[in-house]
């Protein structure tokens, strides 16, 4: 658990009402829309995605299906980071970076995607340049700019899943909102000191709560920034890797996804805990949600 002088990373930090969440749900394969035909694989990308194709959980179609994904990655710092690093190598098709900050000289501690050489380039630029060089078979679009409201919208309704590598509540709140309305799941995290937090909350699910049944917005908790308060470079990379992981296993439909946990890391002592929490009834953004498919 937190130390008793750690700052909440999430709003609800110190305070959660628990609610059952029935065990057992596996990830259900997202549905592909109309743009994302599933091409036949080459020998070239049969041999770069061979440790993939290995596992009889992926295979050949899962790996394809990876091929014709696009995620979402709002945030190209410390997260962000290491989640389109890996989202990168693993194939996803279409990357689309969202961070309107430039890369400076305190970033390079822990967000591994940026380089000496490009300190003072727009992040999602650099992170272009890095995800290009692992695959330059993704396509990547970087957008440097704050994306809020209807542009939002628009971009996650493009997604086949969402990731929040973002480090302020209102971008958590508005990413959380975009992805109930379009049904798209959400694979979000969070990273400060030594403390680390990550949930999946899947749309598709009526049992599945939304990022402000767990976290209110009305919660009162400021935030808190890396400049200020510090963080432990390797805890980025080990809660976007996770990110990246669930992100992976929710478009090819395997394993069990984190939906209703709440994942905790302490990396002083490197002790995990968890939490299971389930849709709030009363939740003003999702209590009406549409039924997604």
Aim: aromatic fraction near 4%; charge should be neutral; hydrophobic fraction near 45%.
């Amino acid at each position: 658990m937190l130390a008793a002088n750690s700052p909440p990373l999430l709003p609800s930090m110190a305070v959660l009402t628990l609610r059952s969440l029935p065990r057992g749900h596996g990830a259900p394969t997202l549905r592909l829309r109309p743009h994302q035909i599933i091409p036949p694989m080459n020998d070239h990308q049969l041999l770069r995605y061979s440790r993939h194709i290995l596992l009889d959980e992926i295979g050949i179609e899962g790996q394809a299906r990876l091929l014709a994904a696009r995620v979402l990655v709002i945030g190209a710092g410390g997260l962000g980071s290491p989640a389109a690093m890996y989202l990168a190598a693993s194939g996803v098709g279409r990357i689309t970076l969202v961070d309107d900050d430039d890369v400076d000289l305190t970033n390079l501690q822990r967000q591994v995607m940026h380089t000496t050489g490009r300190i003072g380039t727009p992040k999602v630029e650099s992170g272009r340049v890095a995800l290009r060089e692992i695959n330059p078979e993704v396509t990547v679009t970087p957008l440097c700019e704050r994306a809020t409201g209807e542009r939002l919208r628009e971009l996650v309704q493009q997604a086949s899943v969402v990731l929040d590598c973002s480090d302020n509540f209102a971008t958590r709140h508005a990413v959380n909102r975009a992805c109930v309305a379009a049904g798209v799941p959400l694979v979000a995290g969070a990273a400060i000191r030594f403390d680390g937090q990550l949930s999946v909350f899947d749309m598709r699910r009526a049992d599945c709560p939304c990022y402000a049944c767990v976290f209110p917005e009305d919660s009162g908790f400021e935030d808190v920034a890396c400049s200020t308060m510090g963080v432990f470079a390797p805890l980025v990379g080990i809660v976007g890797a996770v990110q990246a992981a669930e992100a992976l296993k929710l478009i090819v439909g395997i394993g069990t996804p984190l939906a209703g946990r709440l994942l905790m890391l302490d990396a002083r002592a490197m002790e995990w805990t968890e939490i299971r929490a389930a849709r709030n009834p009363a939740c003003p953004v999702c209590a009406e949600r549409p039924a997604h498919a």
